[in-house]
């Protein structure tokens, strides 16, 4: 690990056995009878998709969920076998790549399912499906009326397995009365179609948040993120989960420079040193993500004073939000713009700064692109052994 970390000037820690304690946490918390889905999109939200993933099925998550298909493709292709739902709707041409690697695919279309089904047929495979119902986050999923209308030519298509229905909450800690509203929805169309003799052995609805505010939600399994990350969702309090953090931003000092009262520092010459004091060159930028803070429009009035609050104390000098970083258990403010690739931190006030010294930084961890290392710790499993992509000749028609 020192010796690793020596080859880097800027790096991510990944603590692999803080993942497999918080697995573990989320899977006693569930109790027996609820299974965990493990969400690895975003490269397991920064930490690195394969390490992760091994991770959370040696603690005992039964399936694996990801956004795009290359995505269930790169841990196949490391070695792992488990069930992997893709989330989003596949592209008309995404079908064959998705049987070959054996991927389970969320329906959110009849268009979308007849070309699975004809994939299906063409390379007699039966496809493993999981239906999405959109009940309210306005993104992916078939309305219930839609579905309504599909349903007849849907569940009529020979080639695709029904084994799973699910839908999204929008706002699981923040809006308590949309997500019954949104979960009401959601099983009344489980039990029209049950109706019509159309069941399905997985349903799922609970996020992180959702799975801790509504234990009476988690139905067959739940699709856990943020919380095998280490985070508690925003607007969940605090509960009986123990989580550990798994993830920290690391650079170190390249450079350290005397500047004079009346200085000015970057690109735009925005910051002007206010004092005589020593500054300290890092070599993260924008193009690491670091400084970049996804800022949504501000909701209520409430959020909008937050935000317009943070901008002013960051302009009177008192760093908030990604605006400063750790270094030898102080923090020391940003100052100037941040370069592409190299910023700045005024280190006047704390001691022993040298050429080399580590500095904490904070950032988003799903914006840090993937070309800064992964250092890891904890116990690393082994590669699978290699994935065999499905036979899908076109002599199986
Ligand atoms: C990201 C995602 C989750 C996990 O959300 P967390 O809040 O991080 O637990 C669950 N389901 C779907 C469909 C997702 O896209």
């Not at 509203?181 to 799922?204: K, N």
């Amino acid at each position: 690990m020192t010796e690793d970390r020596m080859l880097h000037s800027r790096w991510i820690e990944v603590d692999l056995d803080a993942v497999a304690h918080n697995v573990s946490q989320v899977r006693e918390f569930l109790g027996e009878g609820v299974r965990l889905l493990a969400v690895v999109k975003s490269d397991a939200y920064g930490h690195g998709i394969v390490p992760v993933a091994r991770t959370a099925l040696a603690k005992g998550a039964s399936m694996l969920g990801v956004t795009h298909p290359e995505e269930g493709m790169s841990l196949r292709e490391a070695g792992i076998t488990a069930p992997i739902l893709v989330f989003r709707p596949l592209l008309p041409g995404e079908e064959e790549a998705v049987l070959r690697y054996g991927l389970t695919p969320s329906v959110s279309s009849l268009e979308q399912a007849v070309r699975l089904a004809d994939a299906g047929r063409r390379y007699g495979k039966r496809v493993p499906v999981h239906l999405k119902v959109e009940t309210g986050m306005g993104r992916t999923g078939l309305k219930p009326a839609a579905l309504k209308d599909a349903a007849a030519e849907l569940f009529s298509l020979a080639e695709l397995e029904w084994e799973g229905i699910y839908t999204h909450f929008a706002s699981a800690a923040g809006d308590p009365s949309f997500t019954r509203h949104q979960f009401r929805v959601f099983q009344d169309v489980v039990r029209h179609l049950a109706e019509r003799g159309v069941v399905f052995s997985l349903r799922h609805v609970c996020n992180s948040a959702a799975a801790l505010l509504y234990p009476e939600m988690h139905l067959e399994m739940v699709r856990v993120g943020t919380l095998l990350y280490g985070q508690l969702p925003a607007g969940v309090p605090q509960n009986s989960l123990e989580l550990a953090g798994t993830w920290s931003f690391w650079a170190r000092v390249l450079h350290l420079q005397r500047v004079q009262k009346g200085d000015t520092v970057g690109y735009g010459r925005t910051h002007k040193v206010r004092r005589d004091t020593l500054l300290a060159v890092i070599p993260v930028g924008y193009s690491d993500g670091f400084g970049i803070d996804v800022s949504p429009r501000p909701v209520g009035m409430g959020d909008l004073i937050k935000v317009m609050g943070k901008i002013v104390l960051n302009y009177l000098g008192f760093p908030v939000g990604t605006g400063y970083v750790i270094i030898n258990g102080a923090s020391a403010p940003v100052v100037g713009r941040i370069g592409m690739e190299l910023s700045c931190v005024d280190v006047g006030k704390i001691p022993g700064v040298e050429v080399g010294t580590p500095v904490l930084l904070q950032a988003r961890r799903t914006v840090i692109r993937a070309s800064v290392p992964r250092v890891y710790r904890g116990e690393m499993l082994p590669e699978g052994s290699g994935f065999q992509k499905a036979p899908l000749g076109d002599t199986q028609m």
